[in-house]
């Protein structure tokens, strides 16, 4: 799955058996320049408890009799080592890949949310005076 800021979002069959996560990004349509966020590229995955511990990870929060534990990896892609470590992130099946949307993405949405409010004003405020001068 790929959702985000990414040119498709949704499921995809890779038809590959052995898929780096600089592989999946770009099959999932690349970063969108104008709306992804290169240092914010997450996989969401069911990590065993076994590998966590032997990352160095703090599990002790999880049940021991738990044996996945859902787990966020990050990359930087604005960071050049990002990419050295994307070309050795294996993918596997079940992971949810997610690029977040750039900071100004969110402030382009809000003013554009304003100019659609303010423009409704002024168009409401020509109606009720053309209104108010038809009835003179």
């Not at 959702?3 to 058996?17: H, L, M, N, P, R």
């Amino acid at each position: 799955m790929a959702f985000g800021a990414t040119g498709a979002s949704g499921q995809f069959k890779f038809q590959q058996e052995i898929l780096e996560l600089n592989e999946a990004v770009g099959k999932a349509g690349g970063l969108l320049d104008n709306r992804a966020d290169p240092g914010e590229v997450f996989v969401y995955r069911l990590e065993s408890r076994d590998a966590l511990a032997k990352m160095g990870a703090d599990i002790s929060n999880f049940p021991e009799d738990r044996k996945l534990i859902p787990t966020i990896y990050r990359v930087n892609f604005r960071d050049p080592s990002g990419f050295f470590a994307a070309q050795r992130f294996p993918m596997r099946d079940g992971d949810v890949l997610y690029v977040d949307n750039a900071d100004q993405v969110e402030l382009t949405k809000f003013l554009d949310l304003l100019t659609t409010v303010s423009g409704s004003v002024s168009t409401i405020a020509t109606d009720i005076s053309a209104t108010k001068d038809a009835f003179k």
